[in-house]
T-cell receptor, first 114, second 118 residues
Framework: AQSVTQLDSHVSVSEGTPVLLRCNYSSSYSPSLFWYVQHPNKGLQLLLKYTSAATLVKGINGFEAEFKKSETSFHLTKPSAHMSDAAEYFCVVTVSYNTDKLIFGTGTRLQVFP | NAGVTQTPKFRVLKTGQSMTLLCAQDMNHEYMYWYRQDPGMGLRLIHYSVGEGTTAKGEVPDGYNVSRLKKQNFLLGLESAAPSQTSVYFC?????????????????FGPGTRLTVT
């Protein structure tokens, strides 16, 4: 069965330092993978998605993620954190090939300190 | 273009009461979804719809019913609310992935409804 694991429930960084949010997935096929962000009391917004094209995916607000099949990982990175990046981040994988059903990770809360 | 909207934003129910949550989208999406979000558990799919007049069960459908009478609307009903249904409910919509060879389309989410059942 497909699954997704976010390795850290909380990550704290200082403003201006790099961000790394880790995500591993389990899948028996080539999945689609997404990162969504949720700011406090808001809905989810798509940051980026991987759908079997380029393995390095660039998203909004300077975020990017690299699909590594050999490591079954899809980690989210940003070179320099901004205060406005403080939010909850969800790694998401599709249930099966070319399906619209998603499996959400449990989320990583990113704190950014001045 | 409002995207995905949800009504109401907040609601408090007593155990046994019923209510309906309304989701509306103006993007002409075929697919619509209802999720619940609980602390430490991510989002879990309750029910979904692949088109007007069709619905299907998701991961946690018990205690909920849905209807999709119009393409732009997706209703979630609680017939007899229980404290275990205290949660934040999100609606989402997307284009159909059925005919694409380039992977799954992203889902667009509403702002959520915070429901408390006492």
């Amino acid at each position: 069965a497909q699954s997704v694991t976010q390795l850290d429930s909380h990550v704290s960084v200082s403003e201006g330092t790099p961000v790394l949010l880790r995500c591993n997935y389990s899948s028996s096929y080539s999945p689609s993978l997404f990162w969504y962000v949720q700011h406090p009391n808001k809905g989810l917004q798509l940051l980026l998605k991987y759908t079997s094209a380029a393995t390095l995916v660039k998203g909004i607000n300077g975020f990017e993620a690299e699909f590594k099949k050999s490591e079954t990982s899809f980690h989210l990175t940003k070179p320099s954190a901004h205060m406005s990046d403080a939010a909850e981040y969800f790694c998401v994988v599709t249930v099966s090939y070319n399906t619209d059903k998603l499996i959400f990770g449990t989320g990583t809360r990113l704190q950014v300190f001045p | 273009n409002a995207g995905v909207t949800q009504t109401p934003k907040f609601r408090v129910l007593k155990t046994g009461q019923s209510m309906t949550l309304l989701c509306a989208q103006d993007m002409n999406h075929e697919y619509m979804y209802w999720y619940r979000q609980d602390p430490g558990m991510g989002l879990r799919l309750i029910h979904y719809s692949v088109g007007e007049g069709t619905t299907a069960k998701g991961e946690v459908p018990d205690g909920y019913n849905v209807s999709r009478l119009k393409k732009q609307n997706f209703l979630l009903g609680l017939e007899s609310a229980a404290p275990s249904q205290t949660s934040v409910y999100f609606c989402a919509s997307s284009y159909s992935t059925s005919f694409t060879r380039t992977g799954t389309y992203e889902q667009y989410f509403g702002p959520g409804t915070r429901l408390t059942v006492t």
